[in-house]
T-cell receptor
Framework: DTGVSQDPRHKITKRGQNVTFRCDPI?????LYWYRQTLGQGPEFLTY????????KSRLLSDRFSAERPKGSFSTLEIQRTEQGDSAMYLC?????????????FGEGSRLTVL | QQQVKQSPQSLIVQKGGIPIINCAYE??????FPWYQQFPGKGPALLIA?????SEKKEGRFTISFNKSAKQFSLHIMDSQPGDSATYFC????????????FGKGTKLSVIP
């Protein structure tokens, strides 16, 4: 499978716990993005990496959220002290340098439920 | 503030019909407008995209019409099929080095046989 892989696909946690999601982009893609999608809404941008550098962050990305992309390969998104409002689908996407901004290849997402 | 407004929220057409989904934007700095298709349980998939200096773009049964002066653009699906039943999102990205996509709220399309 050469698509964008996300793990876990589903996560149920209690409020206050920390969770971490992993994204493995398409191997030759050097751009990686995180988006959040709630029911009935379009995806909302969270952050963007070019190789290992985090170049854009949304104001939606509060201090409880942190994303990393060590060595410019896989990425992790950690949410600390989860709140019920964090319940959403967390989507990872990747793209090539040669593609235009806005042309992304999305994974199937990691669904978070905070009880 | 919603920067890309999409309508309608849902749409039901018969097979062979031509559903039309409309979007309007506010930020004149947007310089690329992709459409994404999303099936239940899947991530969005890029369908077709247009630059603001082009008034129309066709790819297969999908056509984007773009009106720069009105800041509006729309997706038409010719000869729609039940397999086109999905949620469609318009989106916009600002140039000048930004890679942040701003999505509309989506249109759930149902094509009935």
């Amino acid at each position: 499978d050469t698509g964008v892989s996300q793990d876990p696909r589903h996560k149920i946690t209690k409020r206050g716990q920390n969770v971490t999601f992993r994204c493995d982009p398409i191997s030759e893609h050097n751009r990686l993005y995180w988006y959040r999608q709630t029911l009935g809404q379009g995806p909302e941008f969270l952050t963007y990496f070019q190789n290992e550098a985090q170049l854009e962050k949304s104001r939606l990305l509060s201090d409880r959220f942190s994303a990393e992309r060590p060595k410019g390969s896989f990425s992790t998104l950690e949410i600390q002290r989860t709140e019920q409002g964090d319940s959403a689908m967390y989507l990872c996407a990747s793209s090539l340098d040669l593609w235009r901004a806005g042309e992304l290849f999305f994974g199937e997402g990691s669904r978070l439920t905070v009880l | 503030q919603q920067q890309v407004k999409q309508s309608p929220q849902s749409l039901i057409v018969q097979k062979g019909g031509i559903p039309i989904i409309n979007c309007a934007y506010e930020n004149t700095a947007f310089d690329y407008f992709p459409w994404y298709q999303q099936f239940p349980g899947k991530g969005p998939a890029l369908l077709i995209a247009i630059r603001p200096d082009v008034s129309e773009k066709k790819e297969g049964r999908f056509t984007i019409s773009f009106n720069k002066s009105a800041k509006q653009f729309s997706l038409h699906i010719m000869d729609s099929q039940p397999g086109d039943s999905a949620t469609y999102f318009c989106a916009a990205v600002r140039g000048a080095g930004s890679y942040q996509l701003t999505f509309g709220k989506g249109t759930k399309l149902s094509v009935i046989p």
